[in-house]
Each structure stands twice: as C-alpha cells, then as structure tokens.
C-alpha cells in the first residue's frame, strides 16, 4: 500500500510537471511537435539547438569563402578568408598593375 501511494504521487508530480508546458511548437531544425513552457522556444531540445547552430555556422563559413576576384571579377570560392583573387594568375596580374602604377606615378 505504501508503494502504490508512493508510485501514485509521482506520476502526480509528472503531470503537475508537464502541465505548465503549455504551448506547443514546431522544431525549426528536425520538424518535430514539442510542448514547451515558452511560446519563443524554436527547438525541441538541446540538441536541436545545437545542431542547428552548427549547421548555421558552417553555411555562414561557406558564404563567406564565396568571393569575388578583385581582378577579373569572376565568384570563387576562397580556400583563405581573406583571399582576394581567384588564382595566382590574378593575383600576379594585380601586381604587376599595381607596380605599372606606382612607377609612373
Ligand atoms: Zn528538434
Ligand atoms: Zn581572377
């Protein structure tokens, strides 16, 4: 008798916990349905949370070695993150220019 009151108060503990989780949300990383106690909750769990952070770093990290070349204007995708050419055809080019420039100027 005493297990069994002991087992009924817990899962009156267990509904007392889940019962203030009033709102229900679509996880922005995996799809799933979640309760939460918070309607700004965007994730069903930390790990949601977590992958979705890593995935957005590594997308950001992608976007940004997509450059421009600064001399023939063509989209690359730099192995540097502050590459500035294309290739070292590019890159020699604009060096030449720039001392072209500097003599005559
Ligand atoms: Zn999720
Ligand atoms: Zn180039």
Redo the contacts with the bound molecule.
Sequence with gaps: MYFYSKESSRIEDNYRMYSHLGYEGI??????S?KSSSSKAK???Q??QN?AYIKRRKERKALEKQKICVMCKKQFTAKKKDAMYCSDACKQKAYRERKNFTDFS
Excluded: M, N
Excluded at 27 to 32: D, F, P, R, V
């Design positions: 996880c922005a990383y995996c799809g799933e979640f994730y069903c769990s790990r949601c992958d």
